[in-house]
């Protein structure tokens, strides 16, 4: 009757010890080890009570019952995920499907205990994230919903409020994932737990003042490689790539985990391939890939790169291997991409339609996926409604540089350059040293007859990253020489 979750490519969240109500089956029916009492009582999670997963990395609501010493012994890979889990560390794939299997049997038994519904509910969270199925997050949702009601209470449910906070990043609700990650804020300042949310949500609302300086309150509260890797991307953002660079070989090195260091291995790799140095990043995806096999965004991370140096095969094989372990959109429509340069028509409409699809899916079960919806109407469906879905997204204050970039290449696609131009600049002054967004404002401004700051533009973006897309970078190149060619007139 317990069913854990199965690789991510072939999970079933419809076959669950929870009924459609979030209520657990009874007990007898979850299927129990005989030492399940004795080694899986409240107090085996005395020092990471309150487990919340935010994005990849797993965070601990310390126990405030004054429980005290170790905890009894549990089976190893749960024992691994928990340690994971009190260092702020990701958990190991195999782990985290262990530790749900292992909460989903003691809440059966135990449906008071609020923190283990909180460490379940979060768990699917995660597990949605990790394995790109969207459904999870309402199984999430009604569990964390569960913990909320079995333990009000002062402090009593911050481990469901972090939980909630981690589940609206994840479905893109980032107005939704501030306001839960404030209210843990504002009862338990000193909670470290709680930033890498607020940090992320901070994010995707274009709030860069607030997310820098709860990235620098991170790192007072948890030193160590957690706080690396977010400065790591904080630099990142702001374009100090020397700075994102130190930190993230900092954190690469002094990680511990397997899991742990394949992320970092996976954000040198990115730091790498943004600079336009895809060998480099190549060896680095490579690399967190013989320390996590199952790193799939390493995979995909490795096909862009191999695109980049025009090893095409080699990229369209990691591109399927990385989308049949974790099928994410955003890796369907690079792909497709792909295989459009190439002039595959016929592969291209197939990875879009099933880009399609997959939007359509995830929208029904509650994610906003609008910014990679504008992405590819924009520039390989209808740029009209690519217009229309990204105002709606800018409206909601969903305002990063991401957005920005998104919304102005989608105008000036729609024939409407003037409107484009302060988006895709405010792209460009926020969003760090991007190739992309570099040749979507010269293009616009190419459009405008301001020839000089067009230049400029595709120069940097070009000088960024040559490569920077399959598509876009020949696009900017050819730009680029139009400009530097002689009127025809002569003049």
Request: proline letters at 7%.
């Amino acid at each position: 009757m317990d069913v854990m979750p199965q690789s991510p490519q072939s999970s079933d969240p419809d076959r669950s010890p929870l009924d459609p109500s979030g209520s657990p089956v009874p007990s007898a029916e979850l299927p129990q080890p005989p030492s399940l009492r004795t080694t899986l009582r409240r107090a085996a999670l005395g020092m990471v009570a309150g487990a919340v997963l935010v994005t990849g990395a797993v965070v601990a609501v310390y126990d405030d019952e004054g429980e005290k010493g170790p905890p009894p012994p549990v089976p190893g890979s749960v024992t691994r995920a928990l340690a994971a889990t009190a260092a702020g560390s990701p958990v190991a794939l195999a782990d985290l499907k262990a530790l749900i299997g292992d909460r989903q049997r003691w809440v059966g038994a135990h449906p008071s205990d609020a923190r283990s519904w909180a460490v379940l509910g979060t768990a699917y969270v995660e597990w949605g994230l990790r394995s790109a199925d969207a459904a999870y997050y309402g199984r999430a949702e009604r569990v964390l919903k569960r913990s909320l009601d079995a333990g009000p209470g002062e402090g009593g449910d911050t481990a469901a409020r972090m939980g909630l906070a981690a589940l609206a990043n994840a479905r893109h609700d980032f107005g939704a994932a501030k306001r839960w990650g404030e209210a843990v804020r504002a009862r338990a300042p000193e909670q470290w737990a709680v930033y890498p949310a607020l940090i992320e949500a901070y994010r995707g609302l274009g709030d860069s003042k607030a997310a820098n300086r709860a990235v620098e309150r991170f790192a007072e509260l948890r030193s160590g490689v957690p706080a690396l890797v977010q400065k790591a991307r904080m630099y990142l953002d702001r374009g100090w790539r020397e700075d994102a660079l130190a930190n993230a070989q900092e954190a690469a090195d002094r990680a511990t985990s397997p899991a742990q260091k394949a992320e970092c291995l996976y954000l040198l790799g990115e730091l790498a391939r943004k600079r336009g140095e895809p060998e480099e990043a190549i060896a680095q995806y490579g690399a967190a890939l013989r320390t996590d096999r199952t790193h799939h965004p390493s995979l995909a991370g490795r096909a862009a790169a191999l695109a980049a140096l025009g090893r095409t095969d080699e990229a369209q094989r990691d591109y399927q291997a990385a989308l049949a372990g974790l099928p994410r959109a955003e890796y369907m429509l690079e792909l497709g991409e792909l295989y459009e340069s190439l002039g595959q028509g016929g592969n291209a409409r197939s990875q879009y339609a099933r880009l399609a699809e997959t939007l359509a899916r995830d929208a029904a079960r509650g994610v906003d996926d609008a910014l990679l919806r504008g992405r590819f109407e924009a520039d390989h469906g209808n740029p009209a409604e690519a217009v229309e879905v990204l105002e709606a997204e800018w409206a909601r204050s969903h305002r990063s540089a991401a957005v920005a970039d998104a919304l102005g290449w989608a105008l000036y696609r729609s024939g409407d350059p003037d409107a484009a131009l302060e988006y895709a600049a405010r792209a460009v002054d926020t969003g760090g040293q991007n190739a992309s967004y570099a040749y979507h404002l010269g293009m616009i401004q190419r459009e405008l007859e301001r020839y000089g700051p067009a230049r400029r533009n595709l120069e940097e973006a070009l000088r960024t990253d040559p490569r920077f897309s399959p598509l876009a970078g020949p696009a900017a190149r050819k730009a680029l020489d139009d400009l530097a060619a002689p009127p025809a007139d002569g003049r």
